[in-house]
C-alpha cells in the first residue's frame, strides 16, 4: 500500500534553534517529493525533489532525497516564531497521483 | 495572477442537510483536485480532474458527495446529506497539467456539520 509517513508528528523548539523533519514514503512509479507549509489553511509549496542528494535550499530552509532509502529530509536553521506552522511532506507517484503524510506541526517559541 | 479561489470559507449546517462548495482554479491549469483534510492530518484526495473529466474518483464517497466540472474551468463539490463526519476542511488545488511543479492550494472551506 503507498504510503507517506512523516516524523515526528508535532516539535516544539526555541528561536533560534535547527530542526530535522523527517519524511520516508513507500509509493509505486515515484516521481517526486514536495514539502509544503501550512499555516492556516492553504499549504504553500516550498520544495520539489526529483533527485538523489542534490539539496535545494531557500533562506533558512533546505531540503534533500534519498531515493535508495526512500526518505526526504527537511532542515530549519535559526528557527523563527513565524517558522511555526505545518509542514506536509507530499509524494507524486503514478501518472499524476499525489500522497500526502499527515504532516508535522512545529512550534517556535520566542 | 489570482490564486485559486475558494467560497465560502466556512459553512455551518446541520446535518442531513446538502452543502456545495465553489473552486476556481487558476486560469490556463488543466487539473484540478478536490482534497479532504482532518484535524492533524494531511489532505486526502477525493477526486481529480483532467479539464472537464474525472480522471480519479476512487477515494469519493459517491452515495453522499458528487462533484462536477463543467467547461473544464470552475468547479463544485456537494455533499448530501451532510453527516457529522463530514466536518473538516475542503481543500481545492489546481496544476497546468501533468506537471509535479506543486500545486496551487485555495484558502479552503471549514465545514462544521452540527
Known amino acids: 500500500e503507498d504510503k507517506v509517513v512523516q516524523s515526528p508528528l508535532s516539535l516544539v523548539v526555541h528561536e533560534g534553534d535547527t530542526v530535522t523533519l523527517n519524511c520516508s514514503y513507500e509509493v509505486t512509479n515515484f516521481r517526486s517529493l514536495l514539502w509544503y507549509k ?3 489553511k492553504a499549504p504553500t509549496f516550498l520544495f520539489m525533489l526529483t533527485s538523489s542528494g542534490i539539496e535545494k535550499k531557500s533562506g533558512r530552509l533546505s531540503s534533500i532525497l534519498d531515493k535508495k532509502e526512500l526518505f526526504s529530509i527537511l532542515n530549519i536553521t535559526a528557527t523563527q516564531t513565524g ?3 505545518v509542514y506536509l ?10 500522497r500526502f503524510g499527515a504532516g508535522t506541526r512545529l512550534t517556535v517559541k520566542p | 495572477e489570482a490564486g485559486v479561489v475558494q467560497s465560502p470559507r466556512y459553512k455551518i449546517i446541520e446535518k442531513k442537510q446538502p452543502v456545495a462548495f465553489w473552486c476556481n482554479p487558476i486560469s490556463g491549469h488543466n487539473t484540478l483536485y478536490w482534497y479532504l483534510q482532518n484535524l492533524g492530518q ?3 484526495l477525493l477526486i481529480r480532474y483532467e479539464n472537464e473529466e474525472a480522471v480519479d474518483d476512487s477515494q469519493l464517497p459517491k452515495d453522499r458527495f458528487s462533484a462536477e466540472r ?10 448530501q446529506p451532510a ?3 463530514d466536518s473538516a476542511v475542503y ?3 489546481s496544476s497546468p497539467g501533468h506537471s509535479t511543479q506543486g500545486y496551487t492550494f485555495g484558502s479552503g472551506t471549514r465545514l462544521t456539520v452540527v
Open chain 1, 38 to 40: 501550512q499555516e492556516k
Open chain 1, 83 to 85: 517558522d511555526s506552522a
Open chain 1, 89 to 98: 511532506c507530499a509524494v507524486a507517484y503514478n501518472n499524476n497521483d499525489m
Open chain 2, 42 to 44: 494531511g489532505p486526502e
Open chain 2, 70 to 79: 463543467l467547461k473544464g474551468v470552475d468547479s463544485t463539490l456537494k455533499i
Open chain 2, 83 to 85: 453527516e457529522l463526519g
Open chain 2, 91 to 93: 481543500l481545492c488545488a
